[in-house]
């Protein structure tokens, strides 16, 4: 399993990142434990969550990931070799989260956020600390194929009435630097127009530099490479790549319209972002595709984004040992032009039908 640097800093994660979050939902304890086990074993020693865990989201569930990991640590009196990303949700009107009130990027909501967040995983720091998505007004994922009716202009010079500033955000970020509860600071679901604001705040010394990316990544979403591949390789910001199965329909397993029982798009339906016009089509090319190569579908797309050169770490999930089996060996898969140039093709004609 290759470490790759993280950022500008001097932490080396591995090549895959273990993610968490249907641990408390469709995982036990146990499960969860149990995948972290295996996952360590096998050279990774980077671990993704969120407060917002396990998906989906309910106030009765909440926290629950976190806390998975926190007894996980506990138990093996390892925190000092995981590296341990975790995340403070955007604005939400979902008031769980805040006891009982919306929670936005403002000072007491991230303290708020972070201190939950530290008890629950029994450790009093955070590796890296990431926000979940912007508290602007933009779609999610921030880098759609199309942008609509968002409203990007503000009505007077400067922030829209009722968004949080990115510099005020920051400087909260760089509060909790300062105390030692974070060592880094990183974005998810961002748009490159974000990515350069925080650094730039942070360029101008108002808070810590911004040092990864975690954005959707897959064969059927490659909008990373239209402009954050640039951003962030001369940035030196580096990307956390999420779904790179993109939500299991990259598995084979919802060909041909099929939902298998215990699926999560049979259990949540929640599957939305990959089920937009032609995706359905798209992703069986490309799991016929992985076929034609003899390899599994889940094992071939994990394989293309763990082999990526703008890729520092490709996060995987898994709901059973099995599939956890498959993601951590797509890091030994040996990808081929031939195998690039065949992608390709296809990208060529389908484009990214799932931002």
Same mark, same amino acid.
């Given at each position: 399993m290759h470490k790759r640097r993280l950022g500008r800093t001097d932490l080396l994660v591995s090549q895959i990142c273990l993610g968490s979050m249907t641990?408390?939902?469709?995982?036990? !304890?146990?499960?969860?434990? =149990?995948?972290?086990? +295996? =996952?360590?074993?096998?050279?990774?020693?980077?671990i993704d969550t969120a407060e917002l865990y396990p998906i989906p989201p309910k106030a009765e569930t909440q926290g629950w990931t976190e806390k998975i990991i926190g007894s996980w640590m506990k138990a093996k009196g390892n925190r000092d070799q995981v590296v341990l990303a975790s995340k403070v949700v955007g604005r939400t009107a979902n008031a769980w989260f805040r006891g009982g009130r919306p929670s936005k990027l403002v000072r007491a909501d991230i303290l708020d956020a972070v201190e939950k967040s530290l008890t629950r995983l029994n450790t009093d720091y955070l590796d890296l600390y990431q926000i979940h998505w912007p508290e602007r007004a933009v779609p999610w994922g921030a880098n759609p194929n199309r942008v609509g009716a968002v409203p990007l202009r503000a009505d007077s010079v400067g922030t829209p009435a009722g968004e949080t500033p990115i510099a005020e955000t920051l400087a909260v970020f760089d509060e909790l630097v300062k105390a030692g509860k974070i060592r880094h600071f990183g974005l998810s679901n961002e748009s490159s127009w974000g990515v350069m604001r925080f650094i730039a705040e942070a360029d101008?010394? +108002?808070?810590?530099?911004?040092?990864? +990316?975690?954005?959707?990544?897959?064969?059927?979403?490659?909008?990373?490479? $239209?402009? +954050? =591949? !640039?951003?962030? !390789?001369?940035?030196? $910001?580096?990307?956390l790549a999420y779904s790179p199965l993109g939500q299991g329909y990259l598995t084979g397993k919802y060909d041909h319209g099929a939902r298998p029982l215990g699926s999560r798009s049979q259990l949540f339906n929640r599957g939305q972002r990959y089920e937009t016009p032609n995706a359905a089509e798209a992703q069986l090319e490309y799991n016929e595709l992985a076929r034609s190569f003899g390899m599994e579908p889940a094992l071939f797309a994990n394989a293309y984004v763990a082999s990526r050169p703008f890729v520092t770490s490709s996060l995987i999930g898994a709901t059973t040992l099995s599939q956890l089996e498959m993601a951590l060996s797509s890091a030994d898969v040996v990808w081929t032009e031939e195998m690039q140039k065949a992608v390709d093709a296809i990208h060529q004609r389908v484009g990214n039908p799932c931002p």
């Amino acid at each position: 399993m290759h470490k790759r640097r993280l950022g500008r800093t001097d932490l080396l994660v591995s090549q895959i990142c273990l993610g968490s979050m249907t641990w408390g939902q469709q995982n036990t !304890e146990a499960d969860g434990h =149990a995948q972290m086990d +295996l =996952a360590f074993s096998r050279g990774v020693n980077f671990i993704d969550t969120a407060e917002l865990y396990p998906i989906p989201p309910k106030a009765e569930t909440q926290g629950w990931t976190e806390k998975i990991i926190g007894s996980w640590m506990k138990a093996k009196g390892n925190r000092d070799q995981v590296v341990l990303a975790s995340k403070v949700v955007g604005r939400t009107a979902n008031a769980w989260f805040r006891g009982g009130r919306p929670s936005k990027l403002v000072r007491a909501d991230i303290l708020d956020a972070v201190e939950k967040s530290l008890t629950r995983l029994n450790t009093d720091y955070l590796d890296l600390y990431q926000i979940h998505w912007p508290e602007r007004a933009v779609p999610w994922g921030a880098n759609p194929n199309r942008v609509g009716a968002v409203p990007l202009r503000a009505d007077s010079v400067g922030t829209p009435a009722g968004e949080t500033p990115i510099a005020e955000t920051l400087a909260v970020f760089d509060e909790l630097v300062k105390a030692g509860k974070i060592r880094h600071f990183g974005l998810s679901n961002e748009s490159s127009w974000g990515v350069m604001r925080f650094i730039a705040e942070a360029d101008k010394g +108002l808070g810590p530099r911004l040092v990864s +990316l975690q954005n959707a990544y897959n064969f059927v979403n490659r909008g990373f490479e $239209v402009n +954050l =591949a !640039e951003v962030c !390789e001369r940035e030196q $910001v580096s990307l956390l790549a999420y779904s790179p199965l993109g939500q299991g329909y990259l598995t084979g397993k919802y060909d041909h319209g099929a939902r298998p029982l215990g699926s999560r798009s049979q259990l949540f339906n929640r599957g939305q972002r990959y089920e937009t016009p032609n995706a359905a089509e798209a992703q069986l090319e490309y799991n016929e595709l992985a076929r034609s190569f003899g390899m599994e579908p889940a094992l071939f797309a994990n394989a293309y984004v763990a082999s990526r050169p703008f890729v520092t770490s490709s996060l995987i999930g898994a709901t059973t040992l099995s599939q956890l089996e498959m993601a951590l060996s797509s890091a030994d898969v040996v990808w081929t032009e031939e195998m690039q140039k065949a992608v390709d093709a296809i990208h060529q004609r389908v484009g990214n039908p799932c931002p």
